[in-house]
């Protein structure tokens, strides 16, 4: 508990997130402005799934603790439901202003591309997924307490930490994906990450068997991270050139 | 207090820009269309249509920007009160004590009564600012309209030489001093227990002299900067600092229910203001833009200053355009000339006479540099498209950063509450500066955003919330 356990897990869970924001987000306020947007949109995803369970929940008896639990995992799947149809109102909403940017600005295209908004929105709803996660876990950490007193497992914050960063990163490859899909009209991605997006989240619900739902989280991540680098235009030649260039700098230096 | 004058200019305007960009994209023009007033040397039409497809670029070009430019200082009030009030118990302990505009108690026995008592304290409450709106409106609009300019202290010589205005001109004086002494308590008397109060959470021990050596360095650099001329940084910086203040202050004395009703009337409050053809809000900005007068600087946050000094620079010496002014036109882009006719009440003997006594009044490059503390690499600001800033006064940081401040103070949610309302503020101003892009016009600040901030509160606070705690508990993640 305290502050190692704070910062450990707060670095963990936002530190590649806030490296994101700070290299590629920053600078453009047009990005800022999607990424915020984005947030917004999950949030609204979220208010709208939180009163379909509150719905269910006062309608249902609550002394049946299975009933509850099932009630819960209902809610976990429809809010993921609930989330990709806001992605994809998002996607429609940023097309409509992708034809008025263009139309205003002063260079050849629009000032921002399609995948780059991707990016940034993905971003946004990874950001504010992750911090409705763990913001509240975080501030619990700083006080005292023994983790785990009742029998649970005493590596609940680092799991949470790890979970959330999973889930940031997702996202926002899930965001490219999910816009390339609709750009090119290849539905099958789509499902597909609407799939994964299910499977990760239907993982989770093997907590507290961490073994079970943490490392294939990861795995998918990076298998989402790999699908939305060559989707988005990267290839092993990009990558190598990249990595090239940096030796031949190194080397001229 | 000060929120009340405060209150009565939270809304945003682009009337800066508005004139700004006429003169820019219109070099060749040395005459600038006033609002309501045509210019002496009717432009061709052509010119006109293509000058105002131009006008839309630039505004929505530059609109990315000036979002960021009002994203940023919010933000910073924002987190300043919601740092306070999560660290500083002093400012969510409910000690019995209320301000006098809401004088009936919350403390009652049965709910209809505590209800009936909360509305008729946001009652009086709006009572007050519209009374104190409306009597700002009326000396400001209805003075002798001779008169030009109240922004600077000087002016004064000038009202004397017209008979009919010595009345005017104590009435004048009245609300700057009105202005000035609430800005003197806030930055002194509560900057002062704000400071205490931060010293005994933290355990701080700070003798008497240390203190009063701060406190006076701060309140007077910031009256400084607030009521004449500093660093455009600093000037934001201590805006930025008394709305939290004033946050701060509400969040404190304003009882529960009193508070999510008082930011629901005032947004209602602000819409009708602003919108309606007779809202004392609208009449008080139309009537500025037609004298091209700034309002009461002291009451608007400006993400630039470059214009509001060039404006009260030129007002005094531009008004007269037969009057050899040894003013460069081109430097100063704001420069509003005013009917041949109309002299303005400036007599070639009394500028003469100015002149004389305070030396010529030229706004140098350098002279603006020294006082702005510009970085010397920048290009001179009027000529620089980038430099239109956008304006929004203090009573929206205010209420803004109050809404977010209740969240993280009385929401069981706690950090998702805070920031759901973060968030939907941020996005509702986002909303209202599209629409200022569109409709060109100074519009209501408040609504949108409140009415986000309000929806996102309570249903983050009774229906997200308990969700999210049980997803939490079983580590189950969507």
Known sequence: MTLAVFFGCAFIAFGPAFALFVFTVAKDPLRVIILIAGAFFWLLSLLLSSLVWFIAIKASNSQDLTLQRGLLIFGVFFSVLLQEVFRFAYYRLLRKATEGLAAISDDDGSAISVRQMAYVAGLGFGIMSGAFSMINILSDSLGPGTVGIFGDSQYYFIITALMTLALTLLHTFWGVLFFEGCEKSRWWVIAAVVSLHLLVAGLSLLNPLYEGSLPPVYGITLLMGVWAFFSSGGSLHSLNALCTRRKAEGESS | ?478
Request: proline share 5%; glycine share 4%; charged share 15%.
């Open chain 2, 1 to 478: 207090m000060a929120d009340h004058v405060e209150n009565a200019v939270n809304n945003v305007s682009n009337d800066g820009t508005e004139v700004n960009r006429h003169t820019e994209t219109t070099p060749s023009r040395n005459e600038v269309e006033l609002n309501g007033q045509p210019p002496t040397a009717r432009p061709p039409q052509v010119l006109t249509d293509s000058e105002e497809d131009e006008d839309e670029e630039l505004t929505l070009k530059y609109g990315a920007k000036h979002v960021i430019m009002l994203f940023v200082p919010v933000t910073l009030c924002m987190v300043v009160v919601v740092a306070t009030i999560k660290s500083v118990s002093f400012y969510t302990q409910k000690d019995g004590q209320q301000l006098i505009y809401t004088p009936f108690r919350e403390d009652t026995e049965t709910v209809g009564q505590r209800a009936l008592n909360s509305m008729l304290n946001a009652f009086i409450m709006i009572g007050v600012i519209l009374v104190m709106t409306l009597v700002l409106v009326v000396l400001y609009k209805y003075r002798c309209y001779k008169v030009c300019s109240l922004c600077s202290l000087y002016d004064a010589h000038r009202l004397f030489f017209h008979p009919g205005c010595r009345f005017m001109f104590c009435f004048l004086q009245v609300i700057q001093a009105w202005l000035f002494f609430s800005n003197l308590l806030l930055l002194f008397f509560f900057s002062l227990i704000y400071l205490g109060e931060v010293f005994k959470t933290y355990n701080v021990a700070m003798d008497y002299f240390t203190l009063a050596v701060i406190i006076w360095n701060f309140g007077v650099v910031g009256m400084i900067c607030i009521h004449w001329k500093g660093p455009l940084r600093l000037q934001q910086a201590y805006l930025i600092m008394i709305s939290a203040l004033m946050a701060l202050v509400f969040i404190k004395y304003l009882p529960e229910w009193t508070a999510w009703l008082i930011l629901a009337a005032i947004s209602v409050y602000d819409l009708l203001a602003v919108l309606c053809p007779k809202g004392p809000l609208r009449i008080l900005v139309e009537t500025a833009q037609e004298r091209n007068e700034t309002i009461f600087p002291a009451l608007i946050y400006s993400s630039t200053v470059v214009w509001l000094f060039n404006m009260a620079d030129s007002a005094e010496t531009g008004n007269n355009s037969s009057h050899p002014v040894p003013q460069q036109e081109n430097q100063v882009a704001m420069a509003p000339t005013a009917q041949p006719e109309d002299d303005g009440g400036f007599t070639p003997a009394w500028v003469n006479q100015q002149q004389h006594q305070l030396g010529p009044m030229q706004s140098s490059e350098d002279s603006r540099r020294e006082i702005q503390e510009l970085p010397s690499a920048r290009p001179p600001p009027v000529e620089d498209d980038e430099e239109r800033g956008v304006k929004l006064g203090l009573g929206d940081f205010i209420f803004y950063s109050m809404l977010v401040g209740k969240a993280s103070a009385t929401a069981s949610g706690d950090w998702n509450t805070t920031i759901a309302c973060f968030v939907a503020i941020l996005i509702g101003l986002c909303l209202t500066l599209l629409l200022l892009a569109i409709f060109k016009k100074a519009l209501p600040a408040l609504p949108i955003s409140i009415t986000f901030g309000l929806v996102f509160y309570f249903a983050t606070d009774n229906l997200v919330r308990p969700f999210m705690d049980q997803l939490a508990v079983h580590q189950f993640y969507i």
